[in-house]
């Protein structure tokens, strides 16, 4: 985390902890501005409840590496996540966009920004939206279930090569790197609804 806010003037790493018990612990004691929490320590607590992340800092951000973990941390009340794919440089930047508001978050779910921003997005990503087909778009909502090519080949029932062109022209659609990069960045977009998607 240090590293990655290297150069960030504004910004300044304060501590970490080994497990989410110190974590929570540190954080209502000191009350931080953000906590930056791995998104598998977060869906693998038994002890992390909706409404904890209320309790640990103004801002919480996931920092999401697998595509399922997205719709578990909106279920656990996680408002802000950021693809573990996104570019250091971009680090910091989409750090005080998540605290501070107002300006657009990319990897952001849409439904919890404010309604001005989720206007602005669509509008934006309105154009590499409208290309995705509707079995793309099915191949994306299984993604984000934590399926593998060859599981949605089954469910589907279409060849495994099949889908590993549907997933390479999403990430290509999409520009983006990987599975969890693909869901968090359809979620931002609105692509995938967190309220339709269960």
């Known amino acids: 985390m240090k590293v990655l806010l290297d150069g960030a003037d504004d910004l300044c790493w304060a501590w970490s902890c080994a497990d989410l018990d110190s974590a929570i612990r540190q954080s209502m004691a000191r009350r931080p501005d953000v906590v930056a929490v791995e998104s598998d320590i977060l869906v693998g607590s038994a002890y992390f409840k909706p409404k904890t992340a209320d309790r640990l800092a103004d801002t919480v951000v996931a920092l999401v590496s697998e595509a399922h973990h997205v719709q578990k941390l909106l279920k656990l009340g996680i408002r802000y996540m950021i693809s573990r794919a996104v570019h250091p440089t971009d680090f910091a930047d989409l750090l005080r966009r998540a605290h501070y508001g107002g300006a657009l978050v ?24 409208a290309a995705l087909t509707g079995r793309q778009l099915r191949i994306l909502q299984l993604i984000s279930f934590g399926l593998s090519n060859n599981e949605i080949a089954a469910t589907l029932t279409i060849s495994p090569e099949t889908v ?9 659609i999409l520009d983006v790197k990987n599975r969890a990069h693909a869901v968090t960045v359809a979620y931002a977009r609105g692509v995938l609804d967190a309220h339709r998607v269960s």
């Not at 920004?113 to 990503?125: I, S, T, V």
């Not at 590993?164 to 290509?172: A, D, G, I, P, S």
């Open 106 to 129: 990319p990897l952001v779910p849409r439904q919890i920004r404010d309604h001005q921003a989720n206007q602005e997005w669509g509008r934006q990503g309105d154009r590499s939206d």
């Open 164 to 172: 590993r062109t549907h997933v390479k022209n999403l990430y290509r």
